[in-house]
């Protein structure tokens, strides 16, 4: 079948998705730990490497769609601390990519025995990094061990000159509850490196003196991943505990969640005594026996309809993706039930959703056959299906009363784009038609749609992509 089936088609399996297929769209790869999209597909992949300064194999690469290596995006093994859990870590393809082109990476650099934390900015030009520029570097004063250090980036469309990173508290769960430095913490920076003054513990700008203006949240062990709702904006993250839970959050503005006096829900290393104090965040949800929670996401697409506002968590342990169903709507700051949704492959970093609408998940880490997996209903995505749509943005994005909606065609194709609210209700039908091969843009006039988040689907004939869009007028 060389189709994604439409919205139709998709009811005659919505009732059911026991049947998957799972593919394995890149193979073989070396210490992977976290990948991003760009626009037009291509993923990027971060590699952890091994050892350290000079590291092996410590770098971004590049894939094509369909999986065919296209090129090393950035090498820094030549002054990468690989050793244990560091390494090249987290990536962030920049919502405004098709306009400014920027990636974000988070690495542990070590150059001739000075150590330190690093988010460099590269600019994207033919599949490569150039113009790095340091927007984070973190002097790492004393030894450390080499495990919870951290970690992975993210942006997300509301916020788009804004960058969140983790930093794990470094063995050390002291430093969680220290508000003078960022081990153990959710951070905040503007994409420049600066620090913004509306940051809960923002003092003077300086994070080396006072308290860390970046911080914003704390009381964290090791965080491994965090994500944004694309239904609300929240943030949520997976946090490994130490021996008896491990635990997801919703990360709330300068919100204490109690390592290492708690642990899930619970005084640390019991399974009995009810952590109580009123000054720490609680879990929305935790694990025991510890499946080392890793990648997270909240799934707003339709292939998999009844996941929809769902939460998403990886286990790296034992490679299960575990199904959260969120409570309390809008909020969804609860969680009502947790169960099993599949077994991908053990050592599980990352899980995302595609534009597909399907979830891939990366088996990575201390690895030398890291996989890049889709998953799908079985029958919606196989080897022959090649996309048409092969490029989608919404701009600016906060918008207004209007917008410019970019799509970019391999060939001719009928083309509906429609808005729906979060609950999926359709609101408005923005094109319906035939359209050249090419670079289209379409005028969103919004001016009768009330301030909020929405969908923007993008359908043709054998594709279908979900933007999230924001309307403040």
Same mark, same amino acid.
């Given at each position: ?42 993923? #990027?992949?971060? #590699? ?51 306009? %400014? ?25 033919? %599949? !490569?990094?150039? %113009?790095?520029?340091?927007? #984070? ?33 470094? !063995? ?33 700008? %300086? ?154 998940? #990366? ?39 209007? !917008? ?56 043709? !004939? ?12």
């Amino acid at each position: 079948m060389k189709k994604i089936l439409t919205f139709i088609l998709i009811s005659c399996f919505c009732n059911s998705y026991s049947q998957f297929s799972q593919t394995a769209i890149i193979s073989n790869l070396q210490s992977p730990v976290a990948f991003d999209w760009m626009p037009n597909g291509n993923y #990027l992949i971060t #590699l952890k490497g091994t050892g350290s300064s000079p590291s092996t194999n410590a770098k971004i690469q590049v894939y094509s769609s369909t999986g065919t290596f296209l090129n090393t995006f950035y090498d820094l093994s030549d002054s990468t601390n690989s050793d244990f859990e560091r390494g090249v870590l987290g990536i962030c393809v920049d919502p405004s990519f098709n306009n %400014n082109h920027f990636v974000y990476v988070y690495y542990n650099h070590n150059y001739n025995g000075d150590e330190r934390i690093r988010i460099v900015k590269f600019t994207e030009s033919g %599949n !490569a990094g150039t %113009n790095p520029q340091l927007i #984070l570097d973190h002097d790492v004063l004393t030894a450390i061990p080499g495990n919870h250090v951290g970690g992975n980036l993210h942006m997300h469309a509301s916020e788009p000159d804004k960058l969140y990173f983790t930093i794990g508290e470094v !063995a050390n769960s002291a430093n969680a509850q220290l508000l003078t430095n960022p081990y153990g913490k959710v951070l905040r920076i503007n994409t420049d490196g600066s620090i913004p003054i509306d940051n809960p513990f923002y003092d003077d700008g %300086n994070p080396s003196t006072g308290t860390d203006d970046r911080i914003w949240s704390y009381g964290h062990r090791n965080p491994f991943d965090f994500c944004f709702s694309p239904v609300n904006d929240s943030l949520y993250n997976s946090e490994n505990g130490a021996s008896t839970w491990d635990e997801a959050n919703i990360v709330r503005k300068g919100a204490n969640y109690g390592w290492g006096s708690c642990e899930g829900n619970y005084i640390t290393g019991s399974t009995s005594t009810l952590c109580t104090n009123p000054n720490f965040t609680n879990p929305i949800t935790a694990w025991n026996p510890l499946p080392a929670v890793t990648g997270i996401m909240v799934y707003s697409g339709t292939v998999f309809p009844q996941l929809n506002t769902h939460l998403l968590v990886a286990g790296n342990n034992n490679g299960n993706i575990y199904n959260c169903t969120l409570g309390n709507p809008p909020a969804y700051n609860t969680v009502t039930s947790n169960v099993l949704w599949k077994n991908v492959s053990t050592m599980l970093t990352t899980i995302r959703q595609g534009t597909d609408g399907c979830v891939y998940a #990366l088996k990575g880490g201390y690895t030398t056959t890291g996989t890049l997996f889709r998953v799908c209903p079985s029958g919606v995505y196989t080897e022959e299906y090649i996309p048409n749509l092969i490029e989608t943005e919404i701009f600016p994005n906060p918008s207004g009363a209007f !917008a410019e909606i970019r799509f970019n065609l391999n060939k001719r194709d009928h083309v509906k784009i429609y808005l729906t609210d979060v609950t999926l209700r359709q609101v408005a039908v923005l094109l319906d038609a035939e359209q050249d091969a090419g670079i289209h843009t379409i005028d969103s006039d919004q001016s009768n749609i009330p301030n909020g988040t929405y969908f923007c689907h993008i359908q043709t !004939a054998n594709d279908t992509r979900v933007l999230k869009m924001v309307i403040v007028k």
